[in-house]
């Protein structure tokens, strides 16, 4: 049996609380906090991490690191302070990685 | 290149052309690899960004209401208000075997049996606008759950792309090549040592004739 974890922001992520994810309060300037409660939850059975953003954004290496593993997977969703892009740039990433150029969303 | 250093023995040449017979065959089959995944792949990255602009909107939504929800009460009391989730999610994972990459695949289920049963707290102390973003983000919850399922998929079939690409090339722009032309080297050296031994024995029984019965000295002699 798994587990679903989203980090970010209090004001991000507390909604989710209420549906039974469990949350983890992670706020601005915590980037090793991010690292470590990260790291923890793979090693837990937390099958999906949702991640806003902006906290993505600052451990760039840390959120690559699962890319390749089955589990956990690291979904990026935007947070309270709007949608800066960096989810949609995940995926652009998987098609240039697979195809070596941007071939289907590049406008 | 690598045709210089092999021996030039039959063996050796057997040993390649059945190198080179795998290599092809591997290469073929690799090749069909890459292009099926790449077909599910665009297939699946495109559902993918379909789904995660559905997701990202309606978590926009959501936020705008607990944005609103918070204007209108203090933390301390969304804190109090979400402190104890009512609701519960237990995920099962299994994986599905598409061209050799295991994608996960997630069912879910929840504690109470009402899958809406998401308001943990009673309604008296908190804003409307709470409910409303909960609500939002309920609905949103299944396609939330699609989307990590195709986005994982998605990345770790990038990465079984990227990897079969590389051995692609790899054996048809070095590994095949070099071997024909290993096998080139050592059919056209097997080929020059036999003219040669045929050339030897030629001028051994030229010798041979000449000491029997002296050509040459008969020659001279113009007998």
Known sequence: ?107 | MAATNVNPTRMELTRLKNKLVTARRGHKLLKDKRDELMRQFLLLVRENMELRTRVEEEIREANKRFAIAKSGMSEAEVRVAFMNPKQEIQLEMDTRNVMSVDVPVYSYQTRTSDENDVYSYGYAFTSGDLDDGVEHLAAVLPDLLKLAESEKSCQLMAAEIEKTRRRVNALEHVLIPDMEESIKFITMKLDENERSSQIRLMKVKDMMLENAHHYKERMESGT
């Open chain 1, 1 to 107: 049996m798994y587990k679903i974890a989203v980090m970010g922001d209090w004001d991000s992520i507390y909604g989710f609380g209420a549906l039974g994810l469990d949350t983890f309060r992670i706020e601005e300037g915590q980037t090793e906090e991010a690292i470590r409660v990260m790291r923890s939850l793979a090693e837990q059975n937390y099958a999906i991490i949702y991640i806003t953003e902006a906290l993505a954004a600052k451990i760039p290496a840390e959120v690559d690191r699962y890319r390749t593993m089955a589990k956990p997977a690291v979904i990026l969703i935007p947070g309270i302070s709007g949608n800066t892009g960096e989810g949609v740039l995940a995926v652009r990433k998987s098609v240039e990685q697979a195809v070596g150029s941007d071939i289907i969303f590049n406008k």
